[in-house]
């Protein structure tokens, strides 16, 4: 009789978890379906956004300041027969994305600091295979004993890092409603495109909380890609379908050289597709300020406080910081001789090698206010301007 009892009452307790879970699963969904206004922090927007780009499975190392982003998923994917395994270092993590792609799965990760520098190893051979995988960047003061709040010093590190040629796609995000959105592109991008995609972002973002609006992709018309097995598809290879053969190995430097060009060349071409940047600036404007990620948000207040003081300042934002709008911001420069370029950025001049490689040749004073490891206020962009002159 107990026994029994006991046997009934396991069946009973089964029951009312799947019942709860079916509860707070039509609950999440009302979330998006209806486009809530919520009030959470950047981590939390980040599963949130997986969450609405169909995402599978998510691989991590616990590393601050991403950590939530796994504890977020985690508790949301299990109601949605999604996935997520916490993997012994970012190595194996990075390397369980690729194996989860091969099988047909979306799959992303988020790390920062040094996770970021161990997942170099797998993000390059993601490139070498044209494998599609999404990593969020929650960027930290380096190195891995430095701190673990706020920088901007990983910029480098994800648009170029690894034994590779930097083919990546990497948005850096300024809010939240952009981490958001971002992230869903950047699976699009990734799916699409077959190159690694990053969301870059940081402490600040990571950790402070504002609004956004939640919503599916599909019901604003967005693309939302489905992710389709690479290896293990249905049918005979040679008979059926082509086979798929994954060349991660090469023999000699001419055959490496001919495939890298191959997929350098296939990386060019999407160059159109793929480069966002804001821009605000006329023919009449002195000083351009250039910046990305969350110090953006400091450059337009301050390019909005100093025209009412009279200046004429405009802006320029990268948002795909790899590939880099290098002939937009070039457009605007050339068009003024004598206009100043300040590039302002919590590194030290990370963002500014590439603005100046993108504008050498040209004549323009470029000035920076750079300051790794710490925030950047929209006073201390204002005084900067007014010290320049």
């Not at 395994?85 to 988020?110: H, R």
């Not at 910046?291 to 200046?311: P, S």
Request: overall charge negative; proline content about 5%; glycine content about 8%.
């Amino acid at each position: 009789m107990r026994c029994g009892d006991n046997a009934k009452s396991l069946i009973s307790e089964s029951e009312v978890g799947k019942i709860a879970s079916e509860g707070l699963r039509q609950e999440y969904e009302e979330v998006l379906n209806k486009e809530k206004r919520m009030f959470m922090t950047g981590n939390e927007v980040i599963a949130w956004a997986a969450l609405a780009a169909n995402a599978d499975f998510m691989y991590g190392y616990p590393i601050t300041p991403q950590n939530e982003i796994m504890h977020y998923w985690a508790k949301l994917a299990p109601h949605f027969g999604r996935g997520f395994l916490q993997t012994e270092d970012e190595i194996s993590a990075g390397f369980a994305m690729l194996g989860g792609a091969l099988v047909g799965k979306k799959t992303f990760s988020g790390t920062a600091g040094p996770g970021n520098i161990l997942m170099q190893e797998p993000i390059a051979m993601a490139e070498m295979m044209r494998l599609p995988g999404v990593w969020v960047i929650q960027q930290r003061g380096g190195p891995s004993t430095a701190t673990v709040i706020y920088s901007q010093q990983e910029l480098r590190l994800t648009a170029t890092g690894g034994n590779g040629e930097g083919m990546r796609i990497v948005y850096s995000t300024s809010s939240h409603q952009e981490l958001f959105e971002y992230t869903i592109k950047a699976f699009n991008a990734a799916w699409k495109y077959r190159f690694p995609a990053f969301v870059l972002g940081d402490g600040y973002q990571a950790k402070m909380r504002e609004t956004v609006t939640l919503f599916r992709p599909e019901a604003r018309g967005w693309e939302n890609l489905t992710a389709e097995p690479i290896l293990l598809r249905p049918g005979i290879p040679y008979l059926d379908r082509d086979p798929v053969h994954l060349r991660n190995t090469f023999n000699i430097e001419e055959e490496l050289n001919k495939i890298l060009m191959e997929y350098v060349t296939d990386f060019e071409q999407l160059k159109p597709a793929l480069i966002e940047w804001e821009e605000e600036s006329d023919p009449a404007v002195e000083v351009l300020i250039v910046a990305h990620g969350i110090v953006a948000r400091a450059a337009k207040g301050a390019v909005e406080n100093l025209k009412l003081q009279g200046w004429k300042v405009g802006y320029f934002r990268p948002i795909t910081v790899r590939p880099f709008p290098g002939e937009a911001l070039r457009r605007v420069v050339s068009e003024n001789p004598e206009l100043k370029i300040v590039v302002v950025e919590s590194a030290y001049g990370q963002l500014l090698s590439i603005v100046k490689e993108e504008l050498y040749g040209l004549s323009n004073t470029i000035a920076s206010l750079l300051r790794p490891g710490v925030g950047i206020t929209t006073e201390e962009i204002e005084a900067t301007i007014v010290h320049l002159g």
